[in-house]
Nanobody, 127 residues
Framework: QAQLAESGGGLVQAGGSLKLSCGHS????????MAWFRQAPGKEREFVAS????????RYADSVKDRSTISKDNAKNTMYLQMNSLKPEDTAIYYC????????????????????WGQGTQVTVSS
């Protein structure tokens, strides 16, 4: 069973950058497709980006596409989300999620696609 821990959140000015990390405690990190979701106050948790177990296939929400890069380092058991040109509307708690899958290039965009979740890290973007 995977245990996930996010880090890298914080307070940043609009236009700035942050790199979020998600560490995975299991020995089979390479078997997991992973994703980032976020939840702003009073809003539903929404998909941000996902990466296949191989790390080669990625998907992005339109709201962050062209500003963000998701990556997965199977040797370090860590997933990353590099976010640039941050906007106040990016303010949210960011959660990483994981799912054990046999499908090398699959990753999902729905909350129901993932079975393991981290506790979240706060990202606040000031205007």
């Amino acid at each position: 069973q995977a245990q996930l821990a996010e880090s890298g959140g914080g307070l940043v000015q609009a236009g700035g950058s942050l790199k979020l990390s998600c560490g995975h405690s299991g020995r089979t990190f390479g078997n997991y497709a992973m994703a980032w979701f976020r939840q702003a106050p009073g809003k539903e948790r929404e998909f941000v980006a996902s990466v296949s177990r191989s790390g080669r296939t990625t998907r992005y929400a339109d709201s962050v596409k062209d500003r963000s890069t998701i990556s997965k380092d199977n040797a370090k058991n860590t997933m990353y989300l590099q976010m640039n040109s941050l906007k106040p509307e990016d303010t949210a708690i960011y959660y990483c999620a994981a799912r054990n899958t046999f499908i090398s290039e699959w990753s999902g965009t729905l909350r129901a696609n993932y079975e393991f979740w981290g506790q979240g890290t706060q990202v606040t973007v000031s205007s």
